[in-house]
């Protein structure tokens, strides 16, 4: 369960390259960022149809589950560990991780413990999830290759987290 919760909230941080930051990165002999991006989304994507497959043909957590998705994790790891795949230096998971599986482990303690029921189980998974999707953007933005000020006035924009060129471009 920790497994899966921590795949969808890190599938919910989501990130858009700017392609100015795109051009300045690739001149300064940096890899495309937001083609990690997309090839983490395709392999976790691939994961969770897997995870959602054998979930529905087996009981969830039984021995039958872990079974079945023995082949499923297995192949993430090597979709993920591909040359060009994930890029990142790891400071961000490294930093928003163990916030992460530490909320995750309070929802499932106090479900444990009666201490929540099922709707209030399900709002402190839906807040673990938005505390780490919050804390990657933040992580994301303090990377030397985003500039998250935005160049405008325009507030609004269709991704948690968008890196800016820089003013001077």
């Known amino acids: 369960m920790k497994f899966s919760c921590a795949l969808l909230a890190s599938a919910s941080a989501s990130i858009f390259i700017h392609p100015h930051v795109h051009t300045r990165l690739v001149a300064q002999g940096l890899k495309n960022e937001s083609k990690s991006m997309e090839c983490f989304m395709s392999c976790t994507g691939e994961l969770m149809r897997k995870d959602i497959k054998c979930s529905m043909e087996f009981e969830y957590e039984s021995k039958e589950y872990y079974r079945c998705m023995e082949g499923p994790t297995a192949e993430y790891e090597e979709c993920i560990r591909a040359d ?5 230096d790891g400071t961000c998971i490294n930093r928003c991780e163990p916030i992460l599986l530490e909320d995750i482990q309070a929802c499932e303690d106090g479900l444990a413990a009666g201490e929540l029921n099922q709707l209030d189980y399900v709002i402190c998974m839906n807040k673990a999830s938005l505390d780490f999707s919050l804390c990657w ?23 948690d987290v968008i890196c800016y060129p820089d003013p001077e471009l």
């Open 84 to 88: 060009g795949c994930i890029e990142a």
């Open 137 to 159: 953007d933040r992580c994301t933005c303090e990377m030397p290759w985003c500039n998250c000020v935005p160049p405008s006035n325009e507030a609004w924009a269709p991704y």
